[in-house]
């Protein structure tokens, strides 16, 4: 939307001004306010989707006009305790409707068993987060091949699993959560070759988040046919890029692999702003200069949780979590922590 791209010019200049701190609220990232409801902190922001500083991973955390809360996936082990449970407890969230794990990759599940058990550790105690709804998944079988999840078994049987099909539509209030792709099925019935034996990236869960004309892209690790000679990945971002169309913001595939995010689908989707989940010190390469200067070429500001390997200064580094707040009008702006 025009004036999105307006609020996005903005926040390019704020950033290249050297200074994170974004227009409209200060961050939460560190206040704790135990007990609290969501968005209680300002009621004029009606939609919160946070993208959480796991790591060499992935977490992103929706709160929904209507009070609901939505898990998409669970960073690595380990991560939870200093990122994903506190900004819970500071956003007064205690209870999810619904969790989504995009695939079977650890540094997505890893953390699941520790989110659900809440901050003492030790699940069925009073501290557990609730999950109301379902926890979603790309299919049923663990493990599969081409998959290293883990953090299965700790909660398959406490609670209901449900497969994500694609097309599903998640309602949290009037914030709408489509599933586009899952399993390497799209939701105009494409069914994409995941390869064998299977890429687990490929099969990943896609999800478009719409709000008031606010529309953001959640691509897990979904393939666009790039990666290293001789293996290239399938390719499920270019049949994809025409049904989602143009976006506000793109949290970006696969931490900025160059297994995705191709021209093709940045072309139809132009993000205004791109967010990639990156940990320092990976082993990965993420995320890939080509990616990143693709993502810039296509006028999207760029944001990162972590640096992670990238020598580039134009992506605004978060060292933290990037909150993007919608308002009634479909109007957002991006926080980040350290402010102050
Ligand atoms: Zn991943």
């Known amino acids: 939307m025009r004036r999105n791209a307006v609020i996005a010019f903005i926040i390019i200049l704020l950033a290249s001004c050297g200074h994170v701190s974004m227009p409209g609220r200060g961050s939460s990232a560190g206040s704790s306010q135990p007990g609290s409801n969501h968005n209680e902190e300002d009621a004029s922001v009606p939609l919160r989707i946070t993208a959480i500083d796991v790591g060499q991973g992935d977490a992103t ?3 929904a006009p209507s009070g609901e809360a939505m898990l998409i ?6 991560a939870t305790d200093a990122a994903i449970l506190p900004l819970l407890e500071s956003r007064g969230v205690r ?3 619904q969790i989504i794990i995009t695939h079977f ?5 890893g953390g699941l068993s520790e989110v659900l058990a809440g901050r003492d550790g030790l699940a069925g105690t009073a501290d557990d987060i609730k999950v109301k709804g379902d926890i979603y998944v790309r299919g ?3 493990n599969s091949a081409g998959g290293d999840g883990t953090g299965w078994t700790a909660w398959q049987d406490s609670y209901p699993r449900r497969i994500a099909h694609a097309g599903d539509r998640i309602k949290l209030g009037d914030c ?3 599933v586009v792709a899952a399993d390497g099925m799209l939701e105009d019935g494409t069914a994409i070759d995941y390869g064998e034996p299977p890429d687990e990236n ?3 869960i896609a999800l478009l988040i719409s709000y008031a004309g606010f529309r953001m892209f959640v691509a897990a690790d979904i393939t666009g046919g790039g990666g290293d000679p001789p293996y290239q990945t399938p390719d499920i971002e270019t049949p994809l890029a025409p049904l989602i169309g143009k976006i506000d913001v793109l949290r970006a595939a696969h931490h900025g692999s160059n297994t995705s995010s191709n021209q093709a689908f940045l072309d139809a989707a132009k993000p205004d702003v791109a967010i990639i989940s990156v940990g320092d010190g990976n082993d990965y390469g993420h995320p890939h200069a080509d990616v990143v200067e693709r993502l810039l070429a296509s006028g999207a500001a760029v944001y990162q949780t972590e640096r992670g390997l990238l020598e580039i200064d134009e992506p605004t580094i978060a060292h933290g979590p990037i909150t993007i ?3 009634e009008s479909g109007q957002y702006d991006i926080t980040l922590p350290g402010d102050d």
Request: aromatic share 0%; glycine share 6%; net charge negative.
């Open 95 to 97: 209870e999810l409707s």
């Open 105 to 109: 990759h650890e540094d997505h599940t």
């Open 325 to 327: 707040s919608v308002k």
């Open 202 to 204: 490929a099969r990943s």
């Open 61 to 63: 955390l929706i709160e």
């Open 140 to 142: 049923i079988e663990e």
């Open 176 to 178: 709408d959560v489509e």
């Open 73 to 78: 996936d669970a960073g690595p082990p380990g």
